[in-house]
């Protein structure tokens, strides 16, 4: 385990030096604020944390690199069904039902045996003072950064709920089926806003969507027995053929955009020329505001990294539990 320093002695060199190398500004430099967490929760608690998490990521995204769009997505369904409690990561109960099965996470979401292995990890350095809400909040942000996007700087602290609600996944969880005011509307219920819309939504930089969660822009869009107008006629023939109108691949997977491992904003020069895969992606574009947010990620990389990060850590505070509530859950899949 990683207090015995199993993993390869040369690499504990180099992730201890990048941490090093890493200055941590005082609290007046840090860019975002933080809310009820703090920027330095751990520092005297559990040191190596961000350690411990960096290497436990590495190790997931070397072996699989489609674990960098899993985590930053298990991150975001878990924050936005009744806040980042870590709830999303609970198995079902004689009590409760989790949020695992629901519709929009079950054969979905995945790295949960990831978040599992790391918190082992850090259960080993550190007993009962990490919660599993944080592991993911950082889990996520390595993810990113593996994958050549911006880093930022994680405020801690929460803790762990008691429950899940599986019900509260369908209820909450923006579907890339609604329209931007529907989507709009759940991101304001959690105290973000629109341009987090735009900005969070270029997480689909990353990543692969199945086929079932667009596939009717491609052959019967809203009841027309046609293909989505607003869809690109040139990449319309490969979509279908990726995903024939069967229901045998609902299941298959295409990616969101073409640099599918790399985070970037080519996310929204894909919707500009109207190849955005999802609906919601798309409907971006049929806003004013929305669209002007677009264009102009779509042509400065360095201010869509820097809102990305700051989003990040709006949504990273919907519904924190802190002080003496929630606990510090042992292992991530039950409650203590």
Known sequence: MFSNLSMPFFLFLVLSLIHLLTPFPSFDQLPYASGPLDYRYYDQ????????????????????????????????????????????????TLDFKGEKNALPNLNSIRGYEVIDSIKADVEEACPSTVSCADTLALAAREAVVLAGGPYWYVPLGRRDGLNASQQAVNDQL??????????????TSKGLDIK????LSGAHTLGFAQCFTFKRRLFDFKGSGKPDPTLDTSALPKLQGLCPNKDASNRNLVSLDSTTFEFDNLYYTNILDNSGVLESDQALLGDPK?????????????????????????????????????QIRKTCGSVN
């Open 196 to 199: 987090d819309v735009v900005v």
């Open 174 to 187: 923006p579907s890339p089926l609604e329209s931007l005011q529907a989507i709009t509307a759940k991101f």
């Open 45 to 92: 608690s559990c040191p190596n944390l961000q350690m411990i998490v960096k290497y436990g990521v590495w190790t997931a995204f070397k072996n699989d690199n489609r674990m960098a769009a899993s985590l930053l997505r298990l991150h975001f369904h878990d924050c936005f069904v009744n806040g980042c409690d870590a709830s999303i990561l609970l198995d079902d």
């Open 290 to 326: 929305t669209a002007a947010m677009v264009n102009s990620y779509s042509t400065n990389s360095y201010l869509f990294n820097s809102d990305f990060g700051a989003s990040m850590v709006k949504m990273g505070n919907i519904g924190v539990i802190t002080g003496e509530n929630g």
